[in-house]
């Protein structure tokens, strides 16, 4: 049997997350039944981890097991002949059985727009957490270098703790499942962009949650609600209730995985 | 009462088109249930001219008369806290009581985009027409300039006459609503911007269909189906079943309306 690696781009406005639903249209449950129209099998893919509702992939990776013979550059154009526009396979490569999309995962990338301007272009609406409101970009860039290295990131894990350890997509360098809410965060920085403030987060792994609780954190730092510095004792405190708010679907984009 | 010009900008992807029907969303209907919302007012906006369902506009122009005295920036804040993010007022001014978005109208610039790449990002798929297929672009280009001055379009114009004719945005410098299908081209322009390759046309008005049929016909011709040299006889014939097929919708923007 073949193990293939999928790199694929979706647009999550109109899908219920990665994982397949009973009821509601979900990247993997399209995705299975694309595999299905071009395999004649019935497989479920496995993702890197779970996106949420609204939020989207520039690079996801997903991995299934085929008895199909057709060549990989052919599959790129087979499953997007029968895929939505939402959903675009942009790689297909043959892998070594062992390798497998969420345990074989290093590092992921996730990236969060802001659009700044006063009016958000409809053509964005869909893309972006529209905040006009005023904010101190300096200060959130500090805050942004705080979470750097390893911590426990209970406090922007999200609430549900029985949930956040379900949903926990950790990197498990032995491919286990322990639902530790440690993870080390390689890069964190905030940068302006033409109207948007981008926030850009590297690490081994992500809590449920995790990137838009540190946005909404970030986001009160901004304001002013909470002191930059005080980002180090929110962590320690391990308490979700101390952390901001959970932003906006709509601006999480899982930008790649690292293997 | 006040005559307040409106400029508005829209996805058009989830809407009827322009014109208010009574089953569907469109533009139109939408933006007088925002004035009503607002004004307490029940008025119908009269557009530059009608947008087809899935045609979008980086700025349409409306206006309404009313009897509100609320300043026009405040307009602004008001309308786009109750339209949806896909429309989005622009900018508002009083203008004097002959001035109208249509009548009114000297020239109108549309921008079709093609998507060359072979893979078409999923957060464009609702704003392109995807075409990775060959094309002479330097045909489609020659062939653009051809249709430049002052014709007679009905080889461009929707292949239904009484609804053509009805559906027409003639520059009627009287304001008279003459089915003339004669209209000058100013410019006409293809681009290549990055992936893609873009069609900009400005001219005194457009009959239904025209740009999206211009394109379907520019695109025979880059795929030498027809000669760029013929598209004069194509105009020349008065004969829609000569031109190209009308490219998708989704391609098209409505850039701009001069007074």
């Not at 496995?46 to 199909?68: I, K, P, W, Y």
């Not at 549900?160 to 920085?189: C, H, K, M, V, Y």
Request: aromatic share 10%; charged share 20%.
């Amino acid at each position: 049997m073949r193990n293939l690696k999928l790199t694929l781009s979706y647009d999550g406005s109109e899908f219920c997350g990665w994982q397949v639903q009973p009821d509601a249209p979900s990247i993997q449950g399209t995705l299975a039944t694309a595999i299905g129209r071009v395999t004649g099998e019935n497989v479920l893919p496995q993702g890197s981890g779970r996106t949420d509702a609204g939020v989207h992939a520039l690079a996801q990776v997903a991995t299934f097991g085929t008895n199909s013979l057709v060549p990989t550059p052919n599959f790129i154009k087979a499953l997007n002949d029968v895929l939505p526009p939402a959903i675009r396979v942009l790689e297909v490569s043959e892998m070594p059985a062992a390798f497998h999309a969420r345990h074989s995962a290093r590092a992921k990338t996730y990236r969060y727009r802001m659009y700044r301007g006063e009016i958000c272009p409809p053509f964005l609406a869909r893309y972006v957490w529209h905040y006009p409101y005023p904010l101190s970009e300096r200060a959130m860039v500090e805050a942004g270098e705080l979470v750097m290295g390893e911590h426990d990131f209970t406090s922007f894990a999200a609430a549900d703790p029985e949930r956040g350890a379900r949903l926990a997509e950790a990197f498990q360098p032995d491919g286990d499942d322990a639902p530790s809410n440690i993870r080390r965060i390689f890069s964190s920085t905030w940068k302006v962009e033409g109207a948007e403030f981008q926030y850009t987060v590297r690490g081994s792994g992500f809590l449920h949650h995790m990137v838009r609780n540190l946005v909404g954190t970030f986001v009160l730092v901004g304001k002013g609600t909470v002191k930059a510095s005080d980002i180090s004792k929110v962590l320690q405190a391990r308490d979700r209730s101390l952390a901001g708010p959970t932003a906006p679907a709509a601006g999480l984009y899982l930008v790649g995985v690292e293997y």
